[in-house]
């Protein structure tokens, strides 16, 4: 018997959409939905999705993230300098205040409009843009630098609009990372904003020990985009980023050939899902519709068996 030698099972949106229209009978079999029964149920299935972050940590979902050095402050918006990507590089000569003309080591990753940090003499992070493409050696900026800088001092560069991170559902770990010395330290995660607040002297500069990350935004209107990472101590120079492995949020169903953002042992379970909503409009019974929520967990949580943790755990009996 020959097998297919294939592993690349894939369906779209509209498959499972269709699919759960079918289990819960409310189209026949060979049927697709009407553009409003496809719309409605993506609706549906991007809310079931949302709901899917609650599982834990799966590993496709873990990302690498950093976050470049800035200054005068102990927190940080992850829609700001916190990054999937960055360029770094260093001054090959010195900059005077306001000058707006940076001659550096190499422009390699650098564009026009990205995102600019460059290290002062008194190690602050002056954060600027660039302004216009950069050409040779040299990177033009939109705002002067605000004091001297040194031949030597560190560059950093992103391009905002691809390269900030998706709004973490958590942190889960996270190290220093010393670019000159590549060395790199161990950072605790605070459990508790109140670890944090319990710290003394806040303002205290150094090598960054502790982070407690909230997915609470700096604003209301920012509740989609932004969490805040408070770190202890704060950067004292340019030359030290932050690493960390999170948890990105689930991609979007947007058009009906979009692919699930999960494993293939999790299209049996969306699909299922699904079908115990659209179900409530196709008339099937709470009795049927409690037996389908009860086979659509049994095998979520037989999907869940197929992904590893990104840890070990230890368990103990309770012995009081």
């Not at 008194?122 to 900026?141: L, Q, R, V, Y």
């Not at 932004?226 to 990105?248: A, L």
Request: hydrophobic share 35%; proline share 4%; charged share 15%.
């Amino acid at each position: 018997m020959a097998s297919s030698g294939s592993y690349n099972l894939a369906i779209t949106r509209d498959d499972i959409i269709n699919t759960a229209l079918q289990l819960a009978g409310i189209i026949g079999e060979g049927e697709t939905g009407t553009s409003s029964q496809l719309s409605e149920s993506a609706l549906l299935l991007n809310m079931i999705v949302k709901l899917r972050e609650a599982d834990g940590m799966p590993l496709w979902a873990l990302k690498r993230g950093y976050i470049l050095p800035f200054s005068g402050v102990s927190s940080i918006n992850t829609d700001s300098h916190v990054v999937t990507a960055y360029d770094t590089t260093t001054l090959s000569a010195a900059s005077a205040a306001s000058d707006t003309t940076l001659t550096v080591t190499s422009i390699t990753g650098f564009s026009a409009s990205d995102e600019i940090g460059i290290e002062l003499d008194d190690g602050s992070i002056d954060w600027t843009t660039i302004n216009g493409a950069p050409s040779g050696t040299t990177i033009t900026i939109t705002t002067g630098v605000t004091s001297a800088a040194a031949s030597g001092n560190r560059v950093y560069g992103y391009t905002a609009s691809s390269e900030r991170v998706q709004k973490p559902l958590r942190i889960i770990q996270a190290n220093t990372l010393d670019l000159t010395s590549n060395i790199s330290n161990e950072i605790k995660c605070n459990s508790s904003l109140t670890d944090y607040y319990n710290l003394s002297a806040r303002t205290t500069e150094g090598l960054t020990n502790q982070i407690y990350y909230t997915p609470l935004p700096s604003s209301d209107t920012a509740l989609e985009t932004n969490g805040q990472i408070f770190i202890y101590p704060r950067f004292i120079d340019g030359t030290t980023i932050i690493e960390f492995s999170y948890h990105r949020p689930f991609m979007d169903f947007d058009s009906s050939t979009d692919n699930p953002d999960f494993p293939q042992a999790f299209y049996l379970p969306l699909t299922l899902e699904l079908t115990t909503f659209v179900g409530i409009k196709g008339g099937v019974t709470i009795e049927e519709r409690r037996e389908m929520r009860k086979e659509a967990q049994y095998y979520l949580e037989q999907a869940l068996y197929t992904v590893a943790p990104e840890g070990s755990y230890y368990m103990q009996p309770d012995m009081n």
